[in-house]
């Protein structure tokens, strides 16, 4: 068993994710692409969103702070604040980004591999 304490979270050095501008992400565990959990927390600066991508095992997502929003390729646009959890299935094609004027923080839950489709 592990803890991180939440003024951990914004005082680990984040990594830059996929050549997205804008997004930092903190590997709390993992990334293991595999069947063990990943946890990740991620700052999204406002006005910045992921690339579309897939979770192949899904994803799970809980706002910590800030509003943010969730959208799939079909346009289906959920947006979410403080507490809120957003669970993604597997497979499906999405981005996620900050929604209003300032940074967004989320953590993400997920197993198994994602992908960048082309």
């Known amino acids: 068993m592990r803890i991180v304490r939440k003024d951990e979270l914004y005082t680990a050095e984040g990594i830059t994710t996929q050549g997205a501008t804008g ?10 692409t595999s069947d063990e959990l990943d946890v990740g927390f991620v700052r999204v600066d406002a006005g910045a969103q992921t690339p579309t991508h897939i979770h192949l ?43 209003g004027e300032a940074e967004w923080a989320h953590l993400t839950i997920s197993t198994g ?6």
Do not use: M, N, Y
């Open 57 to 99: 095992k899904g994803q799970v997502i809980v706002t910590v702070a800030g509003s943010g929003f969730v959208e799939t390729a079909a346009g289906e646009r959920i947006e979410t604040t403080i507490g809120d959890v957003v669970i993604c299935p597997a497979g499906e094609e999405h981005v996620h980004g900050s929604a």
């Open 23 to 32: 997004l930092s992400l903190t590997w709390l565990q993992g990334p293991a």
């Open 113 to 118: 591999k994602h992908d960048v489709p082309r």
